[in-house]
């Protein structure tokens, strides 16, 4: 027996879900962009599509669908203080993109903030503690060619030599109008499809949370594919796409085989021509100051993602090599695997929502301290983990066990040890103190590096090292110093019977943005804010012999090193590739004392 319906309520009979969508945009369309009531476009619905639905059927639909007319408080609340906050360092009103449910964007009415912070007075203290901005919203401060942005209470712009100066609002892009895609279609290893298909804020999201992962499961390549697409998206700020881009180079450096300490001074190689680029980026395009949010954010997102995810591939390569060795019960090892767990759980920074973090953050005198990079110097029972070269098994075993004996024969070793983690600091600090327009710290700081470099093991390291030095001389004019580095490096480079990938793609164009920088004679800063010389996210840099013409160090030197000469054509090889091999039987750089003459004197021989 059929049961009765209560007295005044209608029986609606069940809707299949493919009805459901077949309706779904027409339902969309009437509630949100014509703002109907759930009463009228029951009515329209039965009246033009002869679909005859109840209230509660319809509004359990909508929510269901992410359809809200009022945007939740929570997230109101973030935007009206964001847009105080603009407002006030800015002197312009933000605009505000909010991504619905189903990944349509709606533009938020500024009438609507208006009236929200109207009724509930939120000021930015009540909103202290909110939380990072939700990702379905975006926003964006136009730039006003006819008005100066206000920098809050920062004062007067202070001078290039005193700070970094700053990027314009202007980079920021606004939301684009994704349509409906799901993460699959992400997955296309062809950067063409970013700007064809189209993407929802929750697929945006999920792409963020996959590629996290993936790097804290040590998957590099899944990664640094997953973080380029994301660098490529326009919808990110300038500061946003920087940081996207860092990473994924993080990502790829991470890739290649190597000694811990090879990635630390890689990724101390990548931040330092970052922050290179960024700053002269700024300088040519602002030299009379201008708003520093930017600049702050972009430089605070440089130094966390190089604390993070530079600290998570170390000690994952530190666990890769050593457990192994050690075994999963060592202590050691259940130390550092603990230490990799404790990624998964850090806080997440929002710069936008916590600007006084940012400004901590982005200070410029600390932003390249060598305690910040992560050379991962580490507590002391990990230490001598972190800074052994590669090695077989058996080998690494013995040198730890005389690392941590206590024997008197013993005391040599460690030593040598203390004096190699010694001097690969040094040259850290002379990174640091070069790039602040500390040269006299900086100097010093890198000729100790080059008493100790005799310690150094790992031949990618010591190539950094070199490299580094001779980046820094660049900054002080000193073009003969230069070529001598230069040709240090060069033999390092030589006599490596090992050459990994790594050195194989990347030390040719650490040469060939030297030898740029002498040739205009011109600091390195220069040659990096090219965007060449920061190489996009899943390209390699290649040599280009003879593509640059070189004038030389100073009339009495010659013969002249060319980037020819040092990468020249070698048989069986395309021009672009280095074969060490071919390259080692045909060519030798053999320098000439330098500290005999002020002029570099060198040849290049050619073998019979």
Not at 165 to 175: D, I, K, L, W
Not at 209 to 230: C, I, P, R, V
Not at 383 to 406: A, I, T, W
Not at 504 to 515: D, K, M
Request: hydrophobic share 35%; aromatic share 8%.
């Amino acid at each position: 027996m059929a049961s009765a319906q209560p007295h005044g309520r209608r029986a609606y009979k069940r809707i299949g879900s493919h009805i459901w969508n077949e309706h779904k945009e027409v339902i969309r369309e009437l509630f949100l962009d014509q703002e109907k009531t759930h009463e009228q476009v029951s009515v329209i619905l039965a009246d033009r599509y002869s679909l005859d639905v109840g209230l509660r059927q319809l509004k359990r639909k909508t929510d269901g669908w992410g359809f809200f007319k009022n945007i939740p408080s929570a997230e109101m609340k973030k935007m009206a203080r964001i847009r105080a906050r603009r407002q006030d360092q800015l002197g312009r009103e933000t605009k505000f993109i909010r991504g619905n449910g189903d990944g349509s964007p709606r533009e938020v009415p500024q009438e609507k903030l208006d009236a929200y912070q109207k009724r509930f007075g939120c000021s930015m203290d009540l909103m202290s503690q909110s939380s990072g901005t939700p990702p379905n919203i975006v926003y964006q401060t136009p730039s006003n060619g006819n008005q100066t942005p206000s920098v809050g209470n920062r004062g007067q712009a202070p001078s290039y030599a005193e700070r970094v100066p700053v990027f314009n609002e202007s980079v920021n892009r606004a939301f684009i109008n994704f349509g409906s895609a799901e993460l699959d279609s992400l997955s296309s290893s062809q950067p063409s499809r970013i700007t064809t298909t189209p993407l929802t804020w929750p697929a945006i999201s999920r792409l963020e949370d996959s590629a996290a992962e993936d790097a804290l499961d040590g998957d590099y390549t899944e990664a640094s594919q997953k973080f380029k697409l994301l660098s490529q998206l326009p919808c990110y700020s300038h500061s946003v796409a920087v940081s996207l881009e860092f990473v994924t180079l993080i990502m790829e450096a991470a890739n290649y085989a190597g000694c811990p300490q090879s990635l630390v001074a890689r990724i101390t190689t990548l931040i330092s021509h970052f922050l290179m680029r960024e700053r002269e980026r700024y300088a040519n395009d602002h030299s009379k100051g201008g708003d520093v949010t930017e600049l702050d954010k972009t430089l605070a997102a440089l130094k966390i993602d190089a604390r993070y995810y530079g600290r998570l591939v170390v000690h994952q390569r530190v666990l890769r090599i050593w457990e192994p060795i050690l075994g999963l019960g060592h202590p050691k090892i259940r130390k550092l695997s603990a230490q990799i767990s404790a990624f998964r759980h850090a806080n997440v920074v929002d710069l936008e929502i916590d600007p006084k973090l940012g400004e901590e953050f982005s200070s410029w005198t600390d932003i390249l301290k060598p305690d910040e990079i992560p050379r991962l110097r580490g507590a002391s029972g990990l230490r001598n983990l972190m800074h052994l070269e590669d090695g077989p098994p058996d080998q690494l075993r013995e040198k730890l066990r005389v690392l941590e004996s206590s024997d008197i024969t013993s005391s040599e070793a460690k030593r040598e040890m203390e004096l190699l983690q010694h001097g690969r600091y040094q040259a850290l600090l002379g990174v640091y103190h070069s790039l602040l327009g500390n040269f006299e710290d900086a100097e010093n700081a890198f000729q100790e590096s080059i008493v100790h470099i005799g310690y150094e093991v790992c031949v990618e390291v010591k190539l950094h090292r070199l490299l580094w030095y001779a980046e820094h001389k660049t900054r002080v004019q000193d073009w003969d110093g230069v070529w001598g580095l230069l040709g240090q490096a060069h033999a390092a480079f030589m006599r490596n019977e090992r050459p990994s990938d790594f050195i194989i793609y990347h030390v040719p164009g650490r040469f060939e943005s030297l030898c740029k920088a002498i040739s205009k004679r011109v600091p390195i800063d220069r040659v990096a804010a090219d965007d060449s010389q920061i190489p996009r996210a899943g390209s390699l840099p290649a040599p280009t012999p003879g593509a640059i013409p070189l004038a030389a160090p100073s009339q009495a030197a010659s013969p002249i090193i060319s980037l020819q000469r040092l990468f020249p054509s070698t048989p069986g090889s395309a021009n672009f590739a280095v074969d060490i091999d071919a390259w080692a039987e045909f060519v030798q750089f053999s320098p000439v004392a330098l500290a005999a003459t002020p002029a570099v004197t060198g040849s290049i021989t050619q073998e019979d």
